[in-house]
T-cell receptor, first 113, second 114 residues
């Protein structure tokens, strides 16, 4: 079945560091991939959606791309700030059931001032 | 104005008791979802609904029931609560298949089962 694997449970960076979070996916169809961000005390919210391989999505200084050859997709930001501290989830719409989205386990980003 | 609201925001229940978590959305979305969030597991889908009167099992439905009496409201029911159901529960709404796949989440309900 479809799956999303997000290995990095916790990432600690200093302000202005480069951020790179990677996920891998498994599906038999054409994936629609997402990155959600969850700030402390809030529900998750959509950060980026990527639907075409090798095309970048961008929002709030974050960029996301996916590589169909390696079935991986990643989120990056050139220079993180303390306000970016949050949990980041990669997610994929299920191919056999378009009503369902599969979430990774989340990466807790802690940015030190 | 918040489009997805949840009540209560915090709940303490006793083992074996009945718990009802409520969700209301003003997005006019057909689809609504209940997830639970646990450290090490991320977000896991419990039940979802295509519209008023429908409920579907998600990936971890055991021990939970759902009810969608109207377009706006979607409830999650724990008939016999257990300590393993201590978690943070999120409701979401969305319109998949329309070109906008975004799910809009509520602020969450923190449930502690003693």
């Amino acid at each position: 079945g479809d799956s999303v694997i997000q290995m990095q449970g916790q990432v600690t960076l200093s302000e202005n560091d480069f951020l790179f979070i990677n996920c891998t996916y498994s599906t038999t169809g054409y994936p629609t991939l997402f990155w959600y961000v969850q700030y402390s005390g809030e529900g998750p919210q959509l950060l980026l959606q990527v639907t075409t391989a090798n095309n970048k999505g961008s929002s709030r200084g974050f960029e996301a791309t996916y590589d169909k050859g390696t079935t991986s997709f990643h989120l990056q930001k050139t220079s993180v700030q303390e306000i970016d501290s949050a949990v980041y989830y990669c997610a994929m719409r299920e191919d056999t059931n378009a009503y369902k989205v599969i979430f990774g386990k989340g990466t807790h980003l802690h940015v030190l001032p | 104005e918040a489009a997805v609201t949840q009540s209560p925001r915090n709940k303490v229940a006793v083992t074996g008791g009945k718990v009802t978590l409520s969700c209301n959305q003003t997005n006019n979305h057909n689809n609504m979802y209940w997830y639970r969030q646990d450290t090490g597991h991320g977000l896991r889908l419990i039940h979802y609904s295509y519209g008023a009167g429908s409920t579907e099992k998600g990936d971890i439905p055991d021990g939970y029931k759902a009810s969608r009496p109207s377009q706006e409201n979607f409830s999650l029911i724990l008939e016999l609560a257990t300590p393993s159901q201590t978690s943070v529960y999120f409701c979401a709404s969305g319109l998949p298949g329309t070109g906008n796949d975004t799910q809009y989440f509520g602020p969450g309900t923190r449930l502690l089962v003693l």
